[in-house]
T-cell receptor, first 111, second 112 residues
Framework: DVKVTQSSRYLVKRTGEKVFLECVQDMDHENMFWYRQDPGLGLRLIYF???????EKGDIPEGYSVSREKKERFSLILESASTNQTSMYLCASSSARREQFFGPGTRLTVL | QKEVEQDPGPLSVPEGAIVSLNCTYS??????FMWYRQYSRKGPELLMY????GNKEDGRFTAQVDKSSKYISLFIRDSQPSDSATYLC????????????FGGGTRLMVKP
C-alpha cells in the first residue's frame, strides 16, 4: 500500500513564526504536491515537484516555499506565518500521469 | 465557469439507498478520472480510477464515464452510514503534466 505521512496532524503557531510541514512517501514516486483545503474553496495547489531539487509553483504559491532534497521527502515552508494561512494542508504523491495519493493532512492554526 | 462542476450537497439518503454522485467538465483533454472519499478532518482517499468511457465496478462502487457528454458519475449501492463523507471527483489531461483538476466535492450523509 502507498503510504504518505505528514509530520503533524495538528499545529498551532503564532503570527510571524517560521513553519515547516514535512511530507514523506514510501512508493518511490517522482511527483509530490502540496495543497491547502479551505471550506468553499476546495483543494488549491500551492507547489509541486517532479524530481529532486525541482519545484514548480501551483495556483497559490505566495507566502510559501518548498524544499525537496530527497526523492521521498517534500517540505512546505511558511517563512512568516500569517492568520490567513490557517488551513488544512495536504501532501500528495504520484508516479508519472497516475493517480495521486494523499497524506492524512495537517490542520494548521496561526494565532 | 469552473473546469469541473460538482454539486456541493449535502445529499442525505437512507441506509440501503443507491447513491449517484456526479461531475461535469468542460475540458475535452481530460483523459483520466478519479473519485476520492474524504472523511471529516482526514486526507482524501482514492476510491476509483479510470481512463476510458464506460463503467468500472469495485464492490459496491461503480464509476461511469461519458466522454461525449463530459460527465462522470459514482454510484454507491446499498449505502451505509460509514459512506457518509465528502466525495471529490478529479481529472487529468495528457497535456497538463501530472496535475489534477478537482471538483469542489459533494457531502453525502447516509442516515441509519
Amino acid at each position: 500500500d502507498v503510504k504518505v505521512t505528514q509530520s503533524s496532524r495538528y499545529l498551532v503557531k503564532r503570527t510571524g513564526e517560521k513553519v515547516f510541514l514535512e511530507c514523506v512517501q514510501d512508493m518511490d514516486h517522482e511527483n509530490m504536491f502540496w495543497y491547502r483545503q479551505d471550506p468553499g474553496l476546495g483543494l488549491r495547489l500551492i507547489y509541486f515537484s517532479y524530481d529532486v531539487k525541482m519545484k514548480e509553483k501551483g495556483d497559490i504559491p505566495e507566502g510559501y516555499s518548498v524544499s525537496r532534497e530527497k526523492k521521498e521527502r517534500f517540505s512546505l515552508i511558511l517563512e512568516s506565518a500569517s492568520t490567513n494561512q490557517t488551513s488544512m494542508y495536504l501532501c500528495a504523491s504520484s508516479s508519472a500521469r497516475r493517480e495521486q495519493f494523499f497524506g492524512p493532512g495537517t490542520r494548521l492554526t496561526v494565532l | 465557469q469552473k473546469e469541473v462542476e460538482q454539486d456541493p450537497g449535502p445529499l442525505s439518503v437512507p441506509e440501503g439507498a443507491i447513491v449517484s454522485l456526479n461531475c461535469t467538465y468542460s475540458n475535452s483533454a481530460f483523459q483520466y478520472f478519479m473519485w476520492y472519499r474524504q472523511y471529516s478532518r482526514k486526507g482524501p482517499e482514492l476510491l476509483m480510477y479510470t481512463y476510458s468511457s464506460g463503467n468500472k465496478e469495485d464492490g459496491r462502487f461503480t464509476a461511469q464515464v461519458d466522454k461525449s457528454s463530459k460527465y462522470i458519475s459514482l454510484f454507491i449501492r446499498d449505502s451505509q452510514p460509514s459512506d457518509s463523507a465528502t466525495y471529490l471527483c478529479a481529472m487529468m489531461s495528457w497535456n497538463a503534466g501530472n496535475m489534477l483538476t478537482f471538483g469542489g466535492g459533494t457531502r453525502l450523509m447516509v442516515k441509519p
